[in-house]
């Protein structure tokens, strides 16, 4: 699902809730014991609540593709046997309405989800958007159409205890101790049925969302959306390709191989920023190949990471960078001490072995500050 899509959905989603009729939930106690359903019309809520809910449906919407943002599909040719897809579509035909599809939601969801012991508020609402049509050339958009999409926003949010607090009391004119009990926090997971795809409805996809970069709970997609295997989460993308490559190649995965991969990441994602060629940006098995080998890696090193990515990557020829690089930093760890850097200058660091020991190089300007302390460098010209 491309961002602008995304966006276009989130901007139904106003803090008035105007274009839903009503927020559908299911409290679910640590257990899985199911303690409350709901049915909330929007017009009985006030404004602060509608505000609330509609935080909480927004944020299913938000975050990185591909990251936060995972594209689920369906294998077309195995919808028909598809009981997951045909309960997706009873929901959305019936824009929720019909309670016995959602409970049948509700217990898939607390039968697929493992929240570890915690209780959680499964939350569901729908809306109709009208579709844009382009003219007979196909050149300009029309805001008149005869073509709606259908979805809906599944929300799950964990049930957190409020902090006791002291609240003032006018009549007393005194501070007394309060507790608001449990707290709706922001969603853990989610997802959208079905995308939208440059104004057409997708019944073959699933915009799923996770809070965690790192867990993107794997049992819940498998068992929710009946696919053989769920993606892989992005940080588990990254650890993944940096073990790889330090496996692969043992001792010549050197500083500079690093920091020069590093430097090709942030120009390749650079140059799509720009060009807005792609949705993310991705490097390519090519790519990695040209900068491992100017950096004197021996073909059979390539050769060996090549065949443990696709062992581990089923066989992907290109990556997306947002999950494999740091862009806001770039870090060297060792026992002793921590350097961090901005990526693109990390390509100066070097390593240097004097008097048998072996250093990291930093470069430093004409200032250097300890702890905020400017220090004196004394600079000599080699």
């Known amino acids: 699902m491309l961002i602008e899509d995304v966006r276009r959905i989130r901007k139904r989603i106003e803090p008035t809730l105007a274009n839903f009729r009503s927020v559908y939930g299911c409290y679910v106690a640590g257990n899985g014991d199911i303690v409350a359903r709901m049915e909330i ?24 593709p591909e990251r ?6 369906f294998d077309p040719n195995k919808i028909e046997d598809s009981d997951e897809h045909r309960l997706l579509m ?11 599809m959602r409970n049948l939601m509700y217990q898939r969801i607390i039968e697929n989800l493992d929240m570890e012991g915690d209780s959680y508020v499964i939350l569901l609402a729908a809306d109709t958007y009208d579709l844009k049509t382009k003219d007979v ?11 709606q999409f259908e979805y809906f926003l599944c929300a799950v949010c964990p049930v957190k205890s409020s902090k006791a607090a002291l609240q003032y009391i006018a009549q007393e004119q005194e501070f007394r101790g309060i507790s608001t009990g449990s707290i709706l ?11 939208l795809d440059e104004e057409m409805s997708d019944i073959y996809q699933v915009q799923y969302y996770s809070k965690s970069t790192a867990e993107i709970h794997d049992e819940l997609i498998t068992g929710l959306f009946a696919v053989d295997k769920a993606p892989m989460a992005a940080e588990v993308q990254k650890a993944t390709f940096n073990n790889s490559l330090a496996d692969a190649l043992g001792k010549e995965c050197s500083l500079d191989v690093v920091t020069a991969l590093q430097a090709k990441m942030v120009a390749v994602a650079d140059a799509e920023k720009e060009e807005k060629t792609m949705p993310v940006p991705e490097i390519t098995i090519e790519d990695i190949d040209d900068v491992l080998a100017n950096k004197g890696v021996s073909t059979a090193g390539i050769g060996e990471f090549h065949e443990t990515l696709e062992r581990r990557f089923d066989g992907a020829a290109a990556f997306n960078i947002n999950n494999l690089m740091q862009k806001r930093s ?15 200058t990390a390509i100066r660091l070097r390593t240097r072995t004097i008097d048998g020991v072996t250093y990291l190089l930093v470069p430093v300007g004409e200032s250097v500050q300890v702890n905020g302390v400017e220090i004196a460098i004394e600079f000599k010209e080699e």
């Open 41 to 64: 019309p929007v017009l009985d809520m006030d404004q602060e609540e509608k505000e609330m809910y509609a935080g909480f449906l927004k944020k299913v919407l938000s975050g990185t």
């Open 68 to 73: 936060n943002l995972i594209d689920i599909e």
């Open 90 to 100: 009873a929901l959305k035909s019936s824009q929720l309405r019909d309670e016995n």
């Open 137 to 147: 050339k196909g050149e300009e958009w029309s805001e008149e159409s005869n073509e």
């Open 185 to 195: 926090a922001s969603p853990q997971v989610g997802f959208m049925f079905p995308v």
């Open 330 to 344: 770039f870090e060297i760890k060792t026992p002793e001490t921590k350097v961090v850097t901005e990526p693109e």
